[in-house]
């Protein structure tokens, strides 16, 4: 799948086939920055510190200071700044966790990893992330039934769009769990309250290449203006270890971001608010031009900014028209096609009591069209006019 992304895909400008579009086009954003990534790369194959290098320190000064947190901590992957939040929280065994039933497996797969329970709470239907309603309902289940103790609720910036924190938090006070951001889709996003980073007590941000910002592999990030959580997610990503101590201090994983994916990331980050702002434009076209085709758009409030990861439309029909738009060469995701509580990984968690109309609709209706910075007007119109003719 990966190689399918990188690739060039469109054929030279005089043939007479149709071009396919791509759902990412990261060949075309390496294209741009290629000289940059080659001279940093080389500058960490000189110094030759692969492992938390000053290219990683360099680049957590920079996501701290764009977040307008005191910390950031480059990680492994998104996965495991999730746990690594987790471990550092202290939650495991009889410990719930609140999680969006529309999102990426990994949101509930990380509560399992650590030994704790995910709960699973609907989604709004405009948003896609999850509903403040249904987490004060999924609580008062919980405690009804002396189900495990809710420690900490997971919202989701689904498809780059900051979750409801403010809502959320408040839901979160009166119950007194901790909020932790899965951020993996949407660094560079912005709420009326901050940016990502800001919005919650500690963030998990991912580096998949796919994600807005993307590294050349797999990495992450945690994000927080918390000291002791700062300190103690350090220490976790370090097999638990002080510093440089040879003392093992806490339970601890080997959770560090590469010192070249560092480099590759800190000439991306370089360019990123062009691309955010492109992103944020394409989002815009494909809004007016497919207002009255009778899908529905994405909705966002007027002073949100999404990191717009994906542009994730609900329709009728929806996989006969993913078939017949991948037929005229237009590539779609299914972001997602199973709630998690579907999921045969997390069916030892469900109460039977779950109650998820939201989430169980979006699966059956969401289509993720070609999204990214390096996306033309005149594809997305593309996509636009071959979707309508679809319809
Ligand atoms: C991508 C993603 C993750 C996991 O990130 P990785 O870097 O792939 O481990 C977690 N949660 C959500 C919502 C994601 O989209």
């Known amino acids: 799948m990966l190689g399918a992304q990188v690739a060039r895909p469109f054929p030279l400008q005089d043939t007479q ?5 791509p759902l990412f086009d990261l060949g075309r954003q390496q294209a741009r920055l290629r000289a940059d990534i080659d001279r940093r790369i080389a500058r960490v194959l000189d110094h030759g510190q692969f492992i938390l290098g000053p290219e990683v320190q360099e680049l957590e000064a920079k996501l701290a ?3 307008g947190v005191r910390h950031g901590i480059g990680v492994s992957s998104g996965r495991d700044a999730l746990i690594m939040a987790l471990m550092a929280l202290g939650i495991g065994p009889g410990d719930a966790v609140l999680v969006p039933a529309f999102t990426f497996a990994a949101t509930a ?6 030994g704790a329970t995910p709960v699973f709470v609907d989604v709004d239907p405009v948003s896609y992330t999850m509903d403040p309603a249904a987490l004060e309902a999924a609580l008062a289940d919980l405690a009804a039934h002396r189900g495990p103790i809710p420690k900490a609720v997971m919202p989701v910036d689904l498809f780059g769009l900051p979750a409801d924190y403010a809502a959320i938090a408040a839901v979160a006070e009166q119950h007194d769990i901790v909020v932790i951001a899965d951020a993996a889709q949407s660094f560079g996003a912005r709420a009326p309250d901050g940016a990502v980073g800001s919005l919650a007590p500690i963030t998990c941000v991912s580096f998949y290449p796919t994600k807005p910002l993307g590294a050349f592999g797999d990495g992450g990030a945690i994000l927080t203006d918390d000291d002791d959580l700062a300190e103690a997610v350090r220490q976790i990503r370090t097999h638990g270890r002080q510093g440089n101590g040879d003392e093992a201090v806490r339970l601890g994983m080997t959770g560090r971001l590469d010192t070249i994916q560092a480099a590759v990331l800190l000439a991306k980050l370089s360019v990123f608010k062009a691309e955010l702002h492109r992103r944020e434009m394409v989002a815009n076209l494909y809004d007016s031009l497919l207002s009255g085709a009778g899908v529905v758009t994405p909705g966002r409030g007027a002073d949100t900014r ?3 990861a994906l542009y994730t439309i609900q329709l009728e029909d929806r996989d006969r028209v993913r ?3 991948q ?3 237009i590539a779609t995701g299914l972001f997602y096609r199973i709630p998690l509580h579907r999921h045969p990984a997390f069916s030892g968690f469900l109460t039977g009591r779950e109650d998820l109309p939201v989430a169980e609709a979006l699966a059956g209706r969401v289509l993720s069209l070609p999204m990214g910075p390096d996306i033309a007007d005149d594809e997305v119109a593309e996509v636009a006019t071959t979707l ?3 319809l």
């Open 17 to 21: 086939e149709p071009r396919s579009i």
């Open 65 to 67: 200071a764009h977040a």
């Open 109 to 114: 797969g990380v509560v399992v990893s650590v």
């Open 306 to 308: 999404s990191a717009w």
């Open 323 to 325: 078939d017949e738009l």
């Open 327 to 329: 037929a005229r060469g």
């Open 388 to 390: 309508k003719a679809v």
